[in-house]
């Protein structure tokens, strides 16, 4: 691949690493059951701890939380069960991918690599997703 494939990859994998750190210490917070992603593009949350409260909204299985999420907030997921978990599981699958890849890595190049990205990084370049997590955080604990 070349110097050029190498710096698109790690910078790609720098923005990816602080969305997906970022946006799993979120859920963790809210109360939903997400591991922190160690390579990947998305996330596989687990909405178990909210199930008397999604019941008591009528949603009793993947789909109806996927499809419920999407009306209410906007926020996509596809449900769990598509990946071959049990229908009446309450997990989903989100890619968090949200984002102007070409704005982010070219801002991301300016960052030196001995320096973190931040917070301030995703506010300024990946908005749509923290914003959509927030909805979604909001809208589980209801």
């Not at 989100?94 to 001995?114: I, K, T």
Request: with cysteine; charged share 25%; glycine share 8%.
């Amino acid at each position: 691949g070349g110097m050029e494939i190498e710096r698109y990859l790690w910078q790609s994998r720098r923005i990816l690493k602080l969305i997906g750190k970022n946006i799993s210490h979120t859920m963790h917070k809210t109360g939903i059951n997400v591991a922190e992603p160690k390579g990947a593009f998305y996330l596989f949350p687990d909405f178990t701890p909210f199930r008397d409260k999604l019941y008591s909204r009528g949603i009793t299985n993947s789909r109806d939380l996927c499809r419920r999420l999407l009306e209410d907030t906007g926020v996509a997921f596809l449900p769990g069960s598509v990946f071959g978990r049990p229908k009446d599981e309450l997990t989903a699958r989100l890619a968090f991918v949200d984002f102007d890849g070409a704005r982010a890595l070219a801002a991301a190049e300016q960052v030196p690599a001995e320096k973190h990205l931040n917070g301030a990084f995703l506010d300024d370049y990946c908005i749509n997703i923290i914003e959509g997590i927030d909805k979604m955080c909001e809208w589980v604990q209801k």
